[in-house]
């Protein structure tokens, strides 16, 4: 394509095709070309394309009013949306402070476990530990708690120093031939007290992670008990558990928070993708009534906002998509169909030589692709498979989410599917047999 756009865009110098319009699970470019969109783009389109509620709302807000300031007022949109965020939410878990997107909801998560320790006399506590192979977002705050070293290596002395960085838990690499489930998670989850004494628990602010790994490891789920352990840990050592749901939230792998499926609540709850469904960014911190409560008897406000905060018009469209994914009881159809996917994917590409692994939760689904399935060695980075997987599946109208890195930053390669929870079992059945193409594809040239 001739180079005639002013954006600065992804692949700098590089014009992708023009998207003109979507409808359901498909994209349609400006030259007729059609996609599936397997990946929600990057987990994000949940409702699927168009959605004529959804329209309405926000139609219907901004012509009610679009905007107003959080300093002078509330709206009835965004009271709304925090009512049924609360009603819907983990236990303990009571206010929503609303942003504009994943990486914005976590400079505040971080910010608020900061202010809450100085709220409540805690003011050492200033240490962030996150795990490696983990993402929160690109912002210089959110970046540091990252564990993504190739997205980290460009920022090298810019990041905060006080944050440290514990091992995933990821029984397909971590786990021991011959160790346990029970006794592996418990091993991943002892790093975190280890880490905690290693710094001075009077020193520790918070402990960050996603519940399940998303664009990093591609879609790995923890082991069972890890992340109950991880809450005890927590609460042995005052440390405030913030759980990033970016992109595994919001009903994407089959229940509306992830961690409804590990039986613990966590201190500060992250969702932002699924939560506008792409109809409007925006992003949330939901956090429990005692850290509030912290602020009410403390110094009375949080030193943190920025201008958008709480828009009206992201708050109703909101609203509209989580009403929709409700009525239509959409997360039953998130279990069902990801359970169709999960199969077909299986049974086309399980014992294709170079698919290491199947993995996720809902339609939350992910491979890892390998040289060698009994070593599992990785491909050599300078191949770009994860490229070649993407633009082959591109070429075939099939949008996927691929990465590289999967491993250490550098080595490995994986591609995630996060289809919207709309799709149907025919449409399911063409993302396996489009996916399964393009794999055949890359790989018949050695
Ligand atoms: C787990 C997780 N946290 C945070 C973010 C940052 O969100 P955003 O890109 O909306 O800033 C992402 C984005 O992919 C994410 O996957």
Not at 142 to 151: C, H, I, K, M
Request: proline share 4%.
């Amino acid at each position: 394509m001739m180079n005639d756009s002013h954006i600065f865009h992804r692949t700098a110098g590089v014009v992708p095709p023009r998207a003109s319009h979507g409808e359901g699970v498909w994209i349609t470019a400006t030259d007729g070309r059609r996609y599936l969109d397997a990946c929600g783009g990057a987990a994000v389109s949940c409702l699927g394309h168009g959605d004529p509620a959804v329209v309405r709302a926000l139609s219907d807000q901004a012509a009610q009013l679009a905007y107003a300031h959080t300093s002078f007022f509330t709206t009835e949109a965004a009271e709304d949306l925090a009512n049924l965020l609360v009603r819907n939410a983990p236990e303990g878990l009571g206010r929503v402070y609303f942003l504009c997107d994943g990486s914005e909801a976590i400079e505040t998560a971080i910010k608020m476990a900061h202010q809450y320790h100085r709220e409540t006399g805690g003011a050492a506590r200033r240490h962030v530990i996150a795990r490696q192979q983990s993402y929160h977002g690109n912002t210089l705050g959110a970046l540091s708690a990252g564990g993504n070293a190739w997205r980290r290596t460009t920022y090298d002395g810019l990041l905060l120093p006080a944050t440290s960085h514990i091992a995933p838990c990821w029984a397909y690499r971590h786990q021991t031939p011959g160790e346990s489930d029970s006794d592996y998670a418990a091993r991943a989850a002892g790093s975190l007290e280890t880490e905690i004494l290693r710094l001075g628990p009077e020193n520790v602010s918070c402990f960050i992670a996603e519940t399940v790994v998303g664009a990093t490891l591609g879609c790995v789920p923890p082991s069972p008990g890890y992340f109950r352990q991880i809450r005890d840990i927590c609460d042995r050592y005052g440390v405030l558990l913030i759980l990033d749901e970016v992109m595994c939230g919001m009903g994407r792998t089959g229940t509306l928070h992830a961690c409804e499926q590990e039986g613990i609540s966590p201190d500060i709850l992250v969702v932002a993708k699924g939560l506008g469904a792409g109809y409007v960014p925006l992003g949330a911190v939901i956090c429990s009534d005692r850290i509030h409560d912290a602020f009410v008897d403390g110094s009375g406000s949080f030193t943190h906002g920025h201008t958008f905060v709480g828009h009206p018009v992201a708050c109703a469209a909101a609203l509209a998509v989580q009403r929709e994914i409700a009525s239509r009881d959409l997360l039953n159809n998130v279990r069902l169909r990801g359970a169709e996917l999960h199969g077909a994917l299986g049974a086309r590409l399980a014992v294709h030589p170079h698919v290491g692994d199947i993995r996720g939760r809902g339609l939350f689904l992910a491979l890892e692709f390998v040289a060698d399935r009994q070593d599992k060695t990785p491909f050599a980075p300078e191949r770009h498979v994860h490229r070649a997987l993407r633009d082959a599946a591109f070429r075939k109208g099939l949008l996927i989410y691929a990465m590289a890195g999967t491993i250490d930053g550098r080595r490995g390669d994986h591609i995630l599917l996060a289809p919207p929870y709309t799709v149907t079992t025919q449409e399911v059945q063409q993302v396996a047999d489009r996916l399964a193409d393009a794999v055949t594809e890359v790989f018949a040239t050695p």
